[in-house]
Every structure is written in C-alpha cells, then in structure tokens.
C-alpha cells in the first residue's frame, strides 16, 4: 500500500520562498509519477506540477505558477520537492502531493486529480501581505 506524505508549509510573507517535500511509503517514488496540486479557501483543487508519464523525465507546471515554482526528485531520499519563489498571496492554499502508476503510459502527463491513487494530507501554506 502506497502512502504520501507532505512537509515543509508554513506561513511566509509575499516574496519570500519556500521547498515543500513529498515522501513515499509502501514504494519507491522512482516506480511512480508525482504530481503537486493546491487548494485555495473556496477554490477548487488546482494543478501546480506533474512529473511525465512517459518520455524523457521532466516536471510540467501549471500556468498560474510558470516561472516560480520548480519541482524535482531525489531517488536516493525518496523524495520530491516543490520549490516555490516569489511567493504571492493567491499562493495560500493546501498543497497535495499525488501519486500514481504510469507504467506503459503514453500520455505525456496529468494535471487532472483523479489520475492519481495516492494522497497526501496536504500541507498549508500561508502567504501573507
């Protein structure tokens, strides 16, 4: 059985940075594909950054945080990180971390939730002006 697990939210101000971190449990995160979403206060469950599914291995991120965030994978520490810069308010939300089988895959990645299995709790970060 495959458990996740968010760390690293916080409340920061506009500007500042912060790296969340995604480990797993029951499976090596080097056999699945990981995506990061959020949850804003009244606001559906929005999609941050996806591992690929297939093809080289490369991280795809959504419009709305282009440019500032960046995620990546550590085999060795069974972990992925999303590094978030340039912090803004609307950023405040429940970050997840996802994860999903994509063996034989050929859909480049996801951005939609219920591709994925396996949740996290989420984390809360809070961006404050």
């Known amino acids: 059985h495959v458990q996740v697990v968010e760390s690293g939210g916080g409340w920061v101000q506009v500007g500042d940075s912060l790296s969340l971190s995604c480990t797993a449990s029951?499976?090596?995160?080097?056999?699945?594909?990981v995506a990061w979403f959020r949850q804003g206060p009244g606001k559906d469950r929005e999609f941050v950054a996806a591992?690929?599914?297939?093809?080289?291995?490369?991280?795809y991120y959504g419009d709305s945080i282009q440019g500032r965030f960046t995620s990546s994978r550590d085999n060795a520490k069974n972990a992925v990180y999303l590094q978030m810069t340039s912090l803004k308010p609307e950023d405040t939300a429940v970050y997840y971390c996802?994860?999903?089988?994509?063996?034989?895959?050929?859909?480049?990645?996801?951005?939609?939730?219920?591709?994925?299995?396996?949740w996290g709790q989420g984390t809360q970060v809070t961006v404050s002006s």
């Open positions: 996802a994860a999903a089988f994509a063996e034989g895959s050929r859909i480049p990645y996801s951005d939609l939730p219920y591709e994925y299995d396996y």
């Open positions: 029951g499976r090596p995160l080097s056999d699945l594909v």
């Open positions: 591992l690929s599914w297939s093809g080289p291995e490369e991280f």
